[in-house]
Structure formats: structure tokens, C-alpha cells
């Protein structure tokens, strides 16, 4: 943390982001951001009172299914069930509890359920590939998925996209979010695919991959990966809605 800031009255800390770790809003490898990224300066909006304290989130809000996309149809998904779990943490190692966290992902063939999903691949109907979870105390979070598929997404010449999952925490509010992909470990897409590597820093596409835990998998039941996420800092993992300061 850096000197703090002062705007209109209200002193608030500044973080200095590490450089070359985040991707570019502006990726030639990635077609589509030639046509999405801001073609004017960002404007900074300040966060007023509505803004930092509603909608309030809580673990009210949260039933068990959510956690657990195994659970949330009447019959159990195809594919191989995995457990993900890990921890929210400051830049200095601290635990961040009361995080709500979402995850969207496709299912074991690699589909989203989406109405403008177009991958032939067939829908699972007992598979949304939606959860979500608060962080605990400890800033510790846990999932039972299914290992979701690859999947083409038409950006260039047999363009087929690595497995991941999608991740979206949340703080105290809804203004309050950072979005970010999860990865797993060996996958042969990874070199190829130009959304993971359009972050600069091979260390920091290392923090994206999730790491296979014998000791977190289920006999007979479940593989078990781990994932912390670093909210800032030189650890930290990589945001889409981190923006250049160039």
C-alpha cells in the first residue's frame, strides 16, 4: 500500500498494481476486443453512499445447493465430479471473509446453457453450470463441480478454448467486483489460447491454474482441486477488469 488519496474529503488507500501482469483491455490475438475496448479515457465515478452500502450481501442469501452444481436438478450431471476450493486473501496474506463469490462455467461437453450458446454439443438437463458461495471466517470458499470441456469459439482458424471456470467476487457491495478465469493444471489449449495468454506475465498465467490436491480428492467420488485468490499485490491473480494506467 502506497500514500493514501484524498477525493472530495474522503482519504482513501492507494495500492500500486504490479505492471505487465494484467491482460490489455486491447488484445490483437483476441478479435473481439478490437470492437469492445474504451476508445476514450475512463471517466472515474465516485462511490457514494447508495453505491458502498446496498445492495448488502450475506450468507442468508446463500442455500447449500448453491455451492454444490451436483445437487441443483433431480438427477446427477455427466461428467467427472471435481471439488474446488481455496481462499480469498489481501496483499498481505490476510483472509478476506464475507466475499460472495459466483462461478458460471459450461458442462462436461464443453456447453454453455445459454440461449446464444452455438457449440453442438449436447445440454446436460441436470447441469446449470451456475453457483455461487460466501467465504467463511477464514476466507475460505468450497465448490462440487463437474470438470467442464472444451469448447471452438470461432476466433480464428480451429480456435478451441482451454477448460476453465469463470469467477466473479464481489466485497461489501455490487460495485464492488473483480472478474477472472480459472484454469486447470496441464491442459495442452493453454500455449494456444489467446484469452490466456493476453496476460503478459508467465508467472502470472501461473496464478490462473488451479492445482490438483490428492489429499482434498474423494475416494471414489470426486477429484479435488485448490485455488487461492490474491486480491492485490505482486501475487496478485489476474483481473479482466484491471485497466492499464498507460
Known amino acids: 500500500m502506497t500514500a493514501e488519496v484524498s477525493r472530495g474529503g474522503l482519504v482513501l488507500p492507494s495500492y500500486e498494481r504490479p505492471r505487465g501482469a494484467h491482460p490489455p483491455l486491447d ?3 483476441y478479435r473481439s476486443t ?19 452500502t446496498g445492495p448488502l450481501l450475506g450468507n442468508d442469501l446463500i ?8 445437487t441443483q436438478h433431480a438427477g446427477e450431471p455427466q461428467g467427472q465430479r471435481i471439488i474446488l476450493t481455496g481462499r480469498v ?13 459466483e462461478i458460471w462455467q459450461t458442462n462436461a461437453a464443453g456447453r454453455y446453457r445459454h440461449a446464444r450458446e452455438h457449440h453442438p454439443a449436447p445440454l446436460d438437463p441436470n447441469f446449470t453450470g451456475i453457483g455461487r458461495a460466501m467465504t467463511d471466517a477464514g476466507g475460505n470458499y468450497r465448490f462440487v463441480t463437474i470438470q467442464p470441456g472444451a469448447y471452438p469459439w470461432g476466433n480464428h482458424h480451429n480456435a478451441w478454448r ?14 464492488q467486483r473483480l472478474v477472472t478465469q480459472m484454469y486447470f493444471p496441464g491442459d495442452p489449449l493453454q500455449p494456444i489460447d489467446p484469452i490466456f495468454n493476453s496476460v ?31 486480491l492485490r499485490g505482486p501475487g496478485a491473480t489476474v483481473f479482466e477488469s484491471e485497466v492499464d494506467d498507460q
Open 89 to 101: 486473501l489481501d496483499s498481505g496474506g490476510r483472509p478476506v471473509p464475507d466475499t460472495l463469490i
Open 200 to 230: 503478459p506475465d508467465p508467472k502470472a498465467r501461473e496464478r490462473m491454474v488451479a492445482q490438483f490436491d490428492i489429499d482434498l480428492t474423494q475416494p471414489e467420488w470426486a477429484l479435488g482441486y485448490r485455488w487461492d485468490i490474491v
Open 34 to 52: 478490437a470492437l469492445r475496448h474504451p476508445q476514450q479515457p475512463l471517466v472515474l465515478l465516485p462511490q457514494r453512499l447508495t453505491e458502498v
Open 162 to 175: 482451454p477448460a476453465h471456470i469463470h469467477f466473479s467476487l464481489f466485497g461489501r457491495a455490487f460495485t
Open 63 to 70: 442455500t447449500p445447493s448453491d455451492s454444490d452444481l451436483t
Open 27 to 29: 488484445f490483437s490475438g
